[in-house]
T-cell receptor, first 112, second 112 residues
Framework: GEDVEQSLFLSVREGDSSVINCTYT??????LYWYKQEPGAGLQLLTY?????DMKQDQRLTVLLNKKDKHLSLRIADTQTGDSAIYFC????????????FGKGTKLSVKP | DAGVIQSPRHEVTEMGQEVTLRCKPI?????LFWYRQTMMRGLELLIY????????DSGMPEDRFSAKMPNASFSTLKIQPSEPRDSAVYFC??????????FGSGTRLTVV
């Protein structure tokens, strides 16, 4: 069945770059998403990439998509303590129903 | 728009009691999702609706769980009778079909 895999933890120092990786299974996914969840809050859409793109940049965020390997990554440049959160990767299932499949989330800890 | 609105934010109830969680989606969105989040199992999709019609309820754990969407601006998730293992954060999300979700802030349910 469909599955989205992420590593559970990542720890970086303030000012360094963070790279969060994700693999997915549905090759017909139209969009792939990154969500951020801060403590005690809901998931917030951070960015997304259309499946015919290889890269998308938005200020400190860079999303890379390797469709052949079904690999998605999120790079955060100049990571700040406020970036500490859980980051979820999600793929949209093929077809028009629009159901997203989420990974278990990567907890990013930023040390000063 | 005020976003996806969930109520209550916190609910503490005794085992065996009925619990009703409420959700108001973003106006104009035509998909609504109910998720449950726990440390052990991560984010689980319980049920989702397209145009007020339940599409997939295979994630609903047991017959004790039921969800309704009587109109485009309101949905409920009911647990009757509640059990301690139902303790979790329950999220509602809405979207346009096939697009990224907007999540509510969640309801933290504790069943004692």
């Amino acid at each position: 069945g469909e599955d989205v895999e992420q590593s559970l933890f990542l720890s970086v120092r303030e000012g360094d770059s963070s790279v969060i990786n994700c693999t997915y299974t549905d090759s017909s996914s139209t969009y792939l998403y990154w969500y951020k969840q801060e403590p005690g809050a809901g998931l917030q859409l951070l960015t997304y990439i259309f499946s015919n793109m290889d890269m998308k940049q938005d200020q400190r965020l860079t999303v890379l998509l390797n469709k052949k390997d079904k690999h998605l990554s999120l790079r955060i440049a100049d990571t700040q303590t406020g970036d500490s959160a859980i980051y979820f990767c999600a793929e949209s299932l093929g077809g028009s129903q629009g159901n997203l499949i989420f990974g278990k989330g990567t907890k990013l800890s930023v040390k000063p | 728009d005020a976003g996806v609105i969930q109520s209550p934010r916190h609910e503490v109830t005794e085992m065996g009691q009925e619990v009703t969680l409420r959700c108001k989606p973003i106006s104009g969105h035509n998909s609504l999702f109910w998720y449950r989040q726990t440390m052990m199992r991560g984010l689980e999709l319980l049920i989702y609706f397209n145009n007020n019609v339940p599409i997939d309820d295979s994630g609903m754990p047991e017959d004790r769980f039921s969800a309704k969407m009587p109109n485009a601006s309101f949905s409920t998730l009911k647990i009757q009778p509640s059990e301690p293992r139902d303790s979790a954060v329950y999220f509602c999300a809405s979207s346009l079909i096939g697009r990224g979700y907007t999540f509510g802030s969640g309801t933290r349910l504790t069943v004692v």
